[in-house]
């Protein structure tokens, strides 16, 4: 039995506008976020009728679940796996900054993400077996059912290289995904396959995504 995940990322965080890395670090949505995360609800209430929404303890994650919860009239079970990478040394610091202070490892984090561990925090590597283990989890839990997942652009990248048994020097190959944007992956109770990434043409002239520094 055939189980669909549809995993969205956060809308526009006070982070993302200030050009910021938090990882852990709790910020919530702008005001554009705050629109992206009622253009997302507006598709998936067009598209998808989900079972069950699970969504990352962090705000901006969960402010971007609550318009989509408030459409299919579903609670959101908070879960704090499905948190951002933690970053460490790195939290709620400019990239700018960062690629200052931690040159070496910021490189690798820009150049080869899969074998990269931010200063004091999170592997990549650790990162992905987290989501992959969280989201399996979930999908057990839920079997046979359609469960949105709101979350964080890192946990959506690695998910997917696990998805397409990429190793960890593939990673850098998975691009970006934009913000409130929509990724799909189905679960057969024994492997994860991933069906669409990142789709966001719904999101018009709205769409944001990660700076080039990043």
């Not at 506008?17 to 709790?26: E, M, V």
């Not at 990549?124 to 992959?132: A, N, S, T, Y």
């Not at 979930?138 to 709101?150: P, S, T």
């Not at 890192?154 to 970006?176: F, G, M, Q």
């Amino acid at each position: 039995m055939t189980t669909t995940i549809y995993l969205i990322r956060h809308g526009e965080s006070e982070a993302n506008r200030r050009n910021t890395f938090l990882g852990h670090y709790d910020l919530g949505l702008t005001d554009t976020g705050r629109e992206q995360a009622e253009i997302t609800a507006n598709f998936l209430s067009a598209h998808v009728t989900p079972d069950v929404i699970y969504s990352s303890d962090l705000s901006r994650a969960y402010q971007t679940a609550t318009p989509t919860a408030h459409r299919f009239g579903l609670s959101i079970q908070k879960d704090a796996a499905l948190r951002e990478i933690m970053a460490g040394a790195w939290e709620n610091v400019p990239f700018d900054m960062i690629s200052e202070q931690y040159r070496e490892s910021y490189d690798i984090w820009k150049t080869d993400i899969g074998n990269a561990h931010p200063d004091g925090g999170e592997s990549v590597l650790d990162l992905q077996r987290r989501i992959v283990t969280a989201v399996t989890r979930i999908a057990k839990e839920n079997e046979g059912r359609v469960i949105l997942l709101f979350t964080h652009a890192t946990p959506i990248r690695v998910l997917a290289a696990h998805c397409k048994h990429l190793s960890a020097d593939e990673i850098k190959t998975i691009p970006w995904v934009t913000n409130a944007s929509v990724t799909k992956v189905c679960f057969d109770g024994t492997e994860l396959t991933l069906e669409e990434y990142g789709r966001d043409d719904f999101m018009g002239d709205r769409t944001t995504r990660l700076s080039a520094n990043v």
